[in-house]
């Protein structure tokens, strides 16, 4: 699958240009499901990108595990959720040096929630790259109770956490990594136009 | 420029080439604060000729009871700080523009790494005050020459996080090993001569670091050279540039207004339009880039002189 393209929107909508090697320099490369497919183009590109590398990888029923071990990185894990695979990622984070690249690829919410770890543990935001791959599912944030849903594709959606339909907002949380959800019925309630498919 | 006239309540030389000033009020009364990293430009009146430098602050930036500077003695400049360790002294009147900061701290950094070269220490002494204060933590790195030369001695303070490098005693400074063992977060800022400057520059490069975590500054006096004429198009006044004197100086000189900030090259302030050039124009500045410079349309007269047959500028 191609890196996904996605329509012009407000100017805070977080882009994902594409992964450009920045050699050798130590990295993790983090990935879900479609994303592994970016991390092996950019190893294409560059093989020196792998010299100090570790992936994390989260196949969510994606058959590119043994593809993406089989290129050789120094270190290479497979986690069968983000969740669980962050303490791995904070752990490298802790150790790393100015210097450190991050190379993200996949959905939306990885790509957001990794990039929140690591700006919080002080990864200049310039470090940090990405490229979209996969599902446009979102991560989205009920701006209402501040729970969480994962994986979003429809708009509106019902928050996982306090019931409200929400409606899908552009706006998006970089503390977060997450897009904010805005009640669809406050000034009506009860009428909720139809949901539709999210589209890029 | 706002500008205060201020008494020279001590002058006291550091090494051989070092003098500290110190300015205060002379009914007392307060200055106002800067931030570490604050210049101010000092005016010397030497005979008819009207000297403005910039000096970087070394005092406390929150200590309102004066400001001290440390002025290096180039012999080989255009005599400002010739001027400042023979002919000022203790008790006089000088006038001081206000503090203007063109190099401060990137307070949003985890970690804040000072590279120091030579009497380019004088800025980071009036930062680690600051950091000190709001309890940031930061490396200072100092390299100097010999230890007779190294006025930074007598100016920082003993602690854990300010490291000496004499070069002369075998103590040189291992950048690569420096910048690659920095935590997430750090910015590192470098003040020296313009080699020092570079080799950060490239270190920072070959390890990628981000270009938004590296500050640096130059100390960059405008340097002497030939004499030149200069036709200001707009005043309808054609002037002549001494060997020791900028032309901004000169323009000054003559009575007309020109704007300028920095004094140093750095700041974009004095930008000028050229709008004849037949000759060579001596770029020393760290303002314009190439492109600017290949299309022979700007100058920066607070450094940049010009060799050749006619220049007009849009002043
Ligand atoms: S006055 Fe700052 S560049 Fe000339």
New binding site residues.
Partial sequence: MPATKFSPSITSRPVYPGLVSRGAAPSLMVADAEGAEALIDLVERDPAVLDAAHIVYVPAGAPFGARLSALGARLCHEAPSLSAALPRIRAALAEARMGFQLYLAGTEGLIGRVAAEAVSAGLPLDAIQSEHRGSIARRMQCVHCKGITEDVATDPFVCAHCGLTLFVRDHYSRRLGAFQGVCVDAETPGIVPASQEIRP | MTALTLRVAAKEPLTPLVTRFRFEHPEGARLPLFSGGAHVVVEMTDGNQLRRNAYSLISDPNDGSGYEIAVRREDAGRGGSRFMHGRVAAGDLIRVGAPVNLFSLDLRARKHLMIAGGIGVTPFLAQIRQLDRLGQPYELRYAARSRAEAAGLRLLPRSPRVHVHISDEGGRMDLGGLLAGQPLGTHVYTCGPEGLIAAVEETAARLRWPRAALHSEAFLAPPPGRPFTVRLARSGITIEVGPHESL?EAIEAAGVDA?????????????TAVLSCRGEIEHH?H?LDAGDRASRTKI????SRFAGEELILDR
């Fill in positions: 901004l704007p300028w900030l920095c004094r140093g090259g750095a700041c974009g302030q004095c930008e500045d303002w920066m007269p607070c450094v």
